[in-house]
């Protein structure tokens, strides 16, 4: 940006950099293949001494000179920054292989410091800045900090990548030195004969399989796929170097800050034998060379040679003191070669930058996560398979996945994977999926709701070491199978999610300590607490709850409506809530509902505890058990007390599964007016108690029925002859099972039975 006068850039540029107190001179510089150049004076701040000869014992003189160039989108780019020719090239923080060295002076990317600043003055004035804070260090030779660790040897921006498991390759590391080969893979971009960094580019990758040097029949350590435009890709091997030891038995250490400047093979040699890898190095080319004398490549393969340099501190980042320095070169064995390096030493080597593989502890780094345990994922739809690349993505390991379904077109709306798995299985689908995050989940298809009852597949389906196995298949069948299968000796926690309304709404359910409450009992106990919430409304309204859409001709072709948008960002959220209830001990059951604001993308959250349930043997009967919230039970308890000089009771409300043979309770209505109370006995009055238990019932979104009545006893006794005539007589005018229940002041007794037990 030019000066208002109508001075260049170049002039304006230097205005600012003379302001800096550190800048003794500067001038404009003719221009360089159309680009405006600034060269400025800079004075080193350095002790005195050093001051005194002139130069700094780093090699960093009194007053720098260094040019600015204007970048041909100047103003939208900050000036490239260039030292003298002769500078010292053993510095950290310099760009690699630039001529002449330029400095690196922002950790990240420079273009987007200088924009912050808004006025091009401030971003200028700034980067000077940061250049004297550059110049001060790198005399002093304190550009690293040892106390921070070792700043690994900069590679950026490199065209070449070798991408492979650090921590992996760290563990090969020992004291005597050695090598080893891994299977790889590339991907070849570019001049199909040109110079890889130059003409072309590779990516190479590992997953850390070993691969013996040896041809065979049908050997495919090295192949070629034909050229697709000007892409090839195929088969190679990746080298992991390590130094030897010293003569004196210690282990070789590299201490010394060196410029990323190889580039043919015999740099590369030369460069393996200051950090003690040279030979392993020589040792694994004359076994590359031996191993394929003859061999006629279809085109140039690139190899990955990566030396581990172990360093005096741990390298920034890391707890390891190895770094990793990989470099890629080109095999170009062709008919009548005399070698795979047909240039010798001059061999063309290119500098790769690293990338850690994909890997758990990637990225859970990444996600700032803590190590979470395994899942199990019960339902790879549309949420399913959003909670799994979630937990995928933050490093969290996944050893099943079980749906039944196939994909179809319609899934495509919300689903987390893409169209090209139509009409795959939802589970083969999303392990594939699962697979490039280094994952092999097993793979079940199979009816859930049968299967979990089967000894033998409920141990695949409910493995020791799972932490947590999550339910998003929204089938009362599968929930139901789930809470019969998992037996108190199963620490693994139980979770279920689920969208409603539209994808307005959503709750997930975690079961507590032992699997009390359970799934169901949290389901019902849920249905009891929202009345009156903008949660019961849309789970109940008939109009907002499941609402349904046909996407295809016949039976099964409805599913809910609601956008991908919507339900990304509610399973987002559950996400969140299964990593904060995993993260800290469970002491009760959780009930988490999310409900989105009517007219806004907020959503407000909820999250309450449910106490374990109390637990009753209903007598009379063949297993049958009534299942107690802990907010009736000390309901009917404090009842029970505020009557003490006579019986009182009223109506439980709940739910009944014949499959589970349980009867959980979740509420109680009052006894009616007319209701009779004795020391004695006590007569449930029927004063609009039909009335009431029909709003009940219809206030819960019909899930909540009456499943018996309750009443007091003064003293410690069981069951009355009378008490089991009114079983009888609830049996025969009630649609089964209806139970009673006797509150003493010690215990709960329930009934269930036509007539007293001989």
């Not at 200051?274 to 690139?302: K, Q, T, Y």
């Not at 009345?531 to 309204?541: I, N, R």
């Not at 374990?612 to 308890?637: N, Q, Y």
């Amino acid at each position: 940006m030019a000066a208002g006068d109508g001075a260049s850039a170049a002039d304006h540029v230097l205005r600012v950099a003379l302001q800096h107190s550190e800048c003794v001179g500067g001038e404009v510089l003719e221009q360089e293949q159309g680009l405006e150049r600034v060269r400025i004076h800079m004075n080193v701040e350095m002790p005195l001494d050093m001051k005194a000869d002139g130069v700094s014992t780093s090699g960093v003189r009194t007053c720098e000179s260094v040019v600015l160039k204007l970048p041909a989108s100047w103003p939208w780019q900050s000036p490239r920054f260039y030292l003298r020719e002769d500078f010292p090239r053993h510095f950290p923080h310099l760009m690699p292989f630039s001529t002449p060295p330029r400095p690196c002076l922002i950790d990240g990317d420079q273009d987007e410091f200088f924009l912050q600043f808004g006025l091009v003055d401030y971003g200028v004035f700034h980067l000077i800045d940061q250049l004297a804070v550059w110049l001060r260090k790198a005399a002093v030779n304190n550009l690293i900090d040892p106390e921070q660790g070792w700043e690994p040897m900069l590679r950026r921006d490199y065209r070449d990548i070798v991408e492979l498991d650090a921590e992996h390759a760290r563990t090969l590391v020992d004291r005597k030195g050695g090598w080893v080969v891994w299977k790889g893979k590339y991907y070849r971009k570019g001049d199909p004969i040109g110079r890889l960094g130059v003409d072309a580019e590779a990516w190479l990758s590992s997953d850390g399989e070993r691969a013996p040097l040896k041809t065979k029949e049908g050997d495919d350590t090295f192949t070629a796929s034909p050229m697709r435009g000007d892409i090839r890709m195929g088969n190679t091997v990746v080298a992991i170097i390590w130094p030897d030891k010293k003569p004196d038995g210690s282990a070789f250490v590299h201490s010394t800050y060196m410029p990323e400047n190889v580039e043919t093979l015999g740099q590369l040699r030369a460069r393996a034998e200051e950090v003690g890898c040279a030979r392993g190095l020589d040792v694994f080319l004359d076994n590359l060379e031996r191993s394929f004398a003859g061999f006629v490549l279809p085109a140039p393969i690139p190899v990955a040679v990566v030396l581990c340099a172990r360093r005096p501190v741990r390298l920034i980042g890391t707890k390891s003191d190895i770094e990793l320095l990989p470099y890629v070169i080109e095999l170009r064995a062709e008919q009548g070669r005399q070698s795979l390096f047909a240039q010798g030493d001059d061999e063309p080597v290119s500098p790769a930058a690293h990338y850690q593989s994909i890997s758990a502890p990637l990225l859970r780094s990444l996600s700032g996560l803590p190590t979470q345990p395994p899942l199990v994922m019960l339902g790879c739809g549309s949420v399913g398979s959003k909670l799994a690349l979630h937990a995928a993505r933050s490093g969290q390991d996944i050893l099943c996945v079980s749906d039944q379904s196939s994909l179809r077109p319609h899934n495509m709306a919300r689903h987390a994977l893409g169209p090209s798995h139509v009409p795959n299985g939802k589970a083969k689908a999303l392990a594939k999926e699962l697979e490039g995050f280094g994952l092999r989940p097993e793979v079940h298809e199979g009816d859930l709701g049968r299967d979990l009852r089967e000894q033998k597949l409920a141990k695949k389906l409910l493995p020791k070491r799972a932490g947590a196995i999550i339910n998003s298949t929204a089938s009362l069948s599968v929930r139901e199978a789930l809470v019969d299968a998992a037996t108190p000796r199963h620490r693994v926690r139980l979770f279920e999610a689920a969208l409603f309304g539209r994808g307005r709404g959503s709750f997930l359910l975690a079961d507590g300590p032992r699997h009390n409450p359970n799934l169901a009992d949290l389901m019902v106990e849920m249905y009891a607490t929202i009345d009156g919430t903008p949660a019961s409304k849309l789970l109940f309204d008939p109009t907002e709850g499941l609402a349904e859409i046909r996407i295809g001709q016949g039976c099964g072709s409805l599913t809910m409506q609601m956008s991908d948008a919507r339900l990304s960002a509610m399973t987002a959220s559950l996400a969140l809530e299964v990593n904060e209830l995993l993260a800290a001990p469970a002491t009760d059951g959780t009930i988490v509902m999310g409900t989105m604001d009517d007219g806004t993308p907020a959503t407000s959250w909820v999250r309450f505890q449910v106490p374990p349930f109390e637990t009753v043997e209903i007598a009379g009967t063949d297993g049958w058990e009534l299942r107690i919230s802990k907010r009736v039970a000390d309901r009917i308890r404090a009842e029970a007390a505020s009557y003490s000089t006579v019986e009182t009771g009223g109506v439980m409300i709940g739910c009944t599964s014949a499959r589970l043979k349980t009867v959980t309770v979740v509420d109680l209505l009052d006894a009616p007016p007319n209701s009779q109370r004795s020391a004695a006995l006590f007569v449930l009055g029927t004063q609009g108690l039909h009335a009431a238990i029909e709003a009940r019932h219809e206030a819960s979104g019909k899930t909540l029925f009456d499943v018996g009545t309750w009443h007091s006893h003064l003293q410690d006794a069981g069951p009355s002859g009378t008490d089991w005539k009114t079983a009888a007589e609830l049996a025969a005018e009630r649609t089964p099972p209806s139970i009673l229940l006797i509150a003493t002041p010690r215990r709960f007794h329930a009934l269930m039975h036509k007539k007293e037990p001989d």
